[in-house]
């Protein structure tokens, strides 16, 4: 093996969890404030990253949130409890007071000092924030409140409940302003004009309706032939491709249903505008992705599209160009690779049929479409980094090609000759020209990869072989493609030729394989299985040449790093490990999971990690072990430094100095050969010194003695300080925190030395008593 530096840890750099799990999600500045669980998840737009979490970690006994609503510097969530909370901007919980409402709290909004609940007890309450009292009480509305809204200018509040009608309250005294009925079904959403007379709402209906508050009849019906869930009104000055507005003008932009955004003018019920790039609209077309939310930022002049898989993606006003894409909840993780000449993008397979590719700077998200079942295994040709290979549920493997222009990929080969889910694809190593895949059908499959690539282009399957009795789990192909592993779940790894003919089977594991690898600089390949070990084999031999233990549950996937010297392994406990394979030892465990880790990549060069499980949570790791080596030979050399120091203060004879280095230092011993010299110097007294000396090193020094009195040679400086300390104490000059546990275990010794310094003392009388004794016999017989 050539030498390399060997890896000592890995740290956390970044963590990517789910931040939005359906629910209530609002927009300010450059914050996406989304709804997850027992929490609420504040994601910063710009890099893509969760800066802040408010609520409780997710658990059995949390506190789930029903909704919530935020200005931007308070938020008030409602919660299963029957409380509502206001949390200011650090998270921290202001106010909790209990909701009267007689059931669930589906809907809140917020302004200034008010605040509105609507209850799926058909009832609208108004709260003053001041006092957290309700103080009014607006009935009308039938069945679940879906919609609750104040007015920006006038005092007046709106609400909708399950009947189709639009109800209006004064906030003065709670007086019915006027209720609005024209729609046929639930009313979804209600947006306002800016001119402050009119406002808009569109429900179930497939409808929008126009307004005018004084008057309760709909001034213009426009039938848009889909459910819509949410409305925003644009606002006076607007661009939109090919489109100029009037700026007298009503437009508001809906979405629903068939997952495209629409803009209407409402007042000449013209549609002055389709998207017609929208990144959902295949997918409502594949089986009805509907837009759940539409919400809309003044600042960055964008709208966000949330989907009912949790994708939220931001559109440019002006040209409705998808700038970002963020996966709110990506569900278990199974598989991940680096894309890319420079690894800039980083490919997830989640339990779906859509491919997540992230840019691994910016964490924005666009979605590979193709599969149409989960997508299990993903594998990037090493030659070609800007190629790409999936396989799913569908039976099939599909290769993708990155453009290095615009980041975008597509599809330019699809195999379809396997008859179960396909669970593992492998590439060359030594070149580009084939793949490899295994399937539930127990059979291996070897496809050519053409030079031209064209989109949707068929592959051609050049060999097929029934590999294995039961399901095949992973394939890997050697470094000098002339080998090819199968790991299956018949406890066995097969080896193959590249014609796929049998070499060998190596046998030792006592339940299924998940992983094989080969090594990349000998002839041994690794593999992984859920009877909690990793197997190194000789390839020229056929036999096991080590057993690595150390998980407690299935391990489910290895790599070797460091020119092989090492193994990195993640396991179903959550855990990833680091062996050492020359001494067979674990050098490092990092448990940052909380279930199992189904997918792990390494970078190129070794410097990042990346890890996703069943957790939904995916984490960026970071090579620290030269880091912690610096750390660690700075510390060492503070240390010396430190120790030179302090050796220089004790032959100046500057004790005091002395003994605040030693105590800073723990150095017990050499506390207690100071003390001896502050007690032999006749400068200054001990009691003297102790008292210059802070609270916390008083309590250093309270625990020094308290071992030196353990041991009868030490016992005199030991019940010296003890005396000092315990005299400051009185006085209120020390004040030690855990005091009473340091002093318990002085006291036996204590007493033991006060025992034998009696019997001493006693010893001592006796003998001077047997000298006075004999001193008149002596004089006589003198």
Known sequence: MSSAKLKEVFEPESKHSAFYTG???EWHEDTLYCQKNANISLLNVEDGVVSKIIGE???DDADYIQTFTTDGERLISSHKSGLLKMWNENGEIVKMWKYIHKGPIAKLALNGDKLASGGSDGVVRIWDLTHQACVLSLRGCQGVINVVAFHPEKNIIFASGDDGKIHSWGLGKGETVGVYDAHFSKVTSVGFANNGENFVSTGRDKVIILWEYNNTHALKTIAVYEALESIVVLPLKFKIPNFQGDPDGIYVASAGENAVIKVWDVKTAKEVYVQDNSLVSKASEEGGLAITHLVHSKK???????TAEQ??????????VCLKQFIGFSDDILDITYVGKEETHLAVATNSNDIKLYDNSTMNC???????DIVLALNTSKTNPNLLISSAKDNKVRLWLLNDEDCTMSCVGIGTRHTGSVGSVAFANASSSFAVSVSQDTCIKMWEVPTKLKENEPLNCTFTEIAHQKDINCVAVAPNDKIIATASQD???KLWTESLTLVGVLTGHKRGVWSVRFSPVDQVVMSSSADCTIKLWSVAELYCLKTFEGHESSVLRAEFISNGMQILSTGGDGLLKLFSVKTSECDCTLDEHDGRIWALAVKKDESHVITGGSDSLLIKWKDATEERRLKRQKEEEELALEEQKLSNYIHNNQLLKALKLALRLDRPYQVLRIVQGVIKSQDTGLAETIKQLRNDQKE????CATNWNMNGKNCQPAQLVLNILL???????FRPIGLSSTLEGSLPYTERHFKRLTQMLQDIQLINYTINCMQPHAKSLA
């Open 311 to 320: 994708n939220i993606i931001i559109h440019s006003l002006k040209s409705f």
């Open 366 to 372: 666009q979605l590979l479409k193709g599969h149409t």
């Open 300 to 306: 960055s002049k964008a709208l966000a599209v949330v």
């Open 491 to 493: 406890k066995t790894v």
């Open 57 to 59: 970690e997710d658990s």
């Open 700 to 703: 250093s020094l309270l625990k």
């Open 727 to 733: 005299n400051e104490l009185q006085t209120g000059d």
């Open 23 to 25: 629910g209530n999600i």
